[in-house]
């Protein structure tokens, strides 16, 4: 068990370039979930995913992200078109019998 | 509209005393409540939870208690250690700690002074 494995760690864009995130989860858990945390403020919901199935997204989840699962290990988050808004840390957790585990996130600036 | 409140945004306490967090809800489903901490340049890390039927939950020197009626619970570290410092979130769900998303508060910065 190497926790929850978020790549790249930082990463810095110019506004209206598409840049995408990975996270591995913990290989026994089944439930993969993306947040997003702004400055001041706790995590928020962003998706889930039970196996490979998206089964929930928050209306936070705009045109412009796209997050996908195949065959219900690794997960992308992609960024389309991306505005200074979307400067953030977005974390991912998988989530097993008794709770989630988070991932150390991707810190997203957008200039 | 803010279903989970943590209304103080820092606390200070002197080590080897008794370190109080607060948090407030308004989702009365919510049926499950825990709470992470969090060091800065890393992901949250689970700290303890507590299910709806219980009133309080202890795992060493951290309790955490739930008063459903107030809807309030509060995290209780005993004796607080320097390396507490971190912020706190509380964070609450309605489908078990198992499943679904999490409804987290803006945290609490802890500091606790040697």
Known sequence: DTGVSQNPRHKITKRGQNVTFRCDPISEHNRLYWYRQTLGQGPEFLTYFQNEAQLEKSRLLSDRFSAERPKGSFSTLEIQRTEQGDSAMYLCASGGIYGYTFGSGTRLTVV | ?114
């Not at chain 2, 103080?8 to 005393?17: H, I, N, T």
């Not at chain 2, 008063?67 to 964070?91: E, M, R, T």
């Open chain 2, 1 to 114: 509209d803010q279903q989970v409140k943590q209304n103080s945004p820092s606390l200070s306490v002197q080590e080897g005393r008794i370190s109080i967090l607060n948090c407030d809800y308004t989702n009365s489903m919510f049926d499950y409540f825990l709470w992470y901490k969090k060091y800065p340049a890393e992901g949250p890390t689970f700290l303890i939870s507590i299910s709806s039927i219980k009133d309080k939950n202890e795992d060493g020197r951290f309790t955490v208690f739930l008063n459903k009626s107030a809807k309030h619970l509060s995290l209780h570290i005993v004796p607080s250690q320097p390396g507490d410092s971190a912020v706190y979130f509380c964070a609450a769900s309605e489908n078990g700690g198992s499943q679904g998303n999490l409804i987290f508060g803006k945290g609490t910065k802890l500091s606790v002074k040697p």
